[in-house]
């Protein structure tokens, strides 16, 4: 039996104020403001 998959797709969209991300296996979009420590608690979760 053969299993499909389908690739993860991940885009990234980095401006000075935020950064977007996107993730096609959850169809999500997260919004994280660009400064170290808001990074770090996305990062974390």
């Given at each position: 039996?053969?299993?499909?998959?389908?690739?993860?797709?991940?885009?990234i969209?980095?401006?000075?104020?935020?950064?977007?991300?996107?993730r096609?296996?959850?169809?999500?979009?997260?919004?994280?403001?660009n400064?170290?420590?808001?990074?770090?608690?996305?990062?974390?979760?």
């Amino acid at each position: 039996m053969t299993i499909l998959t389908s690739p993860t797709v991940v885009g990234i969209d980095v401006a000075k104020a935020e950064i977007v991300v996107y993730r096609s296996d959850l169809q999500t979009i997260d919004t994280v403001k660009n400064d170290r420590a808001a990074l770090k608690r996305w990062l974390k979760t």
